[in-house]
């Protein structure tokens, strides 16, 4: 998330004082980029009290995206609530492969939609498009409506391919699923940013993390248009697995890795 301009030198937020005392506040709470944060912080807040309390958040653990109320996901400002999952920067990748795999894709999908980063950075990127979303989680459904307002999506609510419209099915160009890939096992050993503060839904995977995978990997070519694809983030770890849930799917699947992002997606073709 790059810095943003610190309030004007006149505010209460801007002093120097001000300013070391939640850089001090934030390091003290273990923030590695305290600066950074201190600088976002201020930013961000409208008065001392909203200052004091934005601080206290992060100092309390919240996760900084949530303390300022957006976060940033391939140049977009995405609007983000407690109990929705925070888009992560390695996600940026499955975007990326979803744009060179269809780059003239006319109808996306993003399921398991959380915030709605996914669909809103694919439809900014394709320009006109029909994007739907969906999510299981009514915060995620509330939050996703407002990210992907600027682009003209649809939102649903409901459990996987069960909230779509009927009328997407063999339609769809793009179906990019940022499904729960956590082992239940795992979960507890996840950062407290993310076990304390983002839906269990959104996480728990099931007992080796690829329960709901499955579940997309068999039903998406029956929604994907000829030469649609599928795409799900994984881990390293879980990716074979993954890749045969896919081409028991009966599509064409390859894995994409970035190590410098540190992620592993896998796309599935519809013949």
Known sequence: MPPLSAASPSSPQSSPSSRDSVVAALRAAGCVFAEDEARLILAAARNPAELAAMVDGRVLGRP?????????????????????????????????????????????????????????????????????????????VRCARRNVAAVGGHVHAGDLFDALPGELR???????????????????????????????????????????????????????????????????RQASAAVEAFVGGGLETRLAVSEEMYANVVVGTRP
């Open 64 to 140: 900084l995206e949530l303390v300022l109320g957006w976060a940033e996901f391939r140049g977009l400002r995405i609007t983000v609530e407690p109990g929705v999952f925070v888009p992560r920067r390695r996600t940026e990748f499955l975007v990326e492969q979803a744009l060179a795999q269809v780059p003239h894709a006319s109808v996306v999908v993003d399921l398991c939609c959380g915030s709605g980063a996914v669909g809103a950075a694919l439809a900014t990127a394709l320009g006109p498009v029909e994007l739907h979303a969906a999510d299981i989680e009514p915060a995620a």
């Open 170 to 236: 063999g339609r769809v160009d793009i179906l990019a699923a940022n499904v729960p890939y956590v082992p239940t096992g795992e979960v507890a050993l996840l950062p407290a940013e993310a076990r304390d503060h983002e839906p269990l839904v959104a996480l728990d995977g099931g007992a080796d993390g690829l329960d709901v995978l499955r579940r997309v990997a068999a039903e998406a070519p029956r929604w994907l248009a000829p030469g649609g694809c599928l795409l799900v983030e994984t881990s390293e």
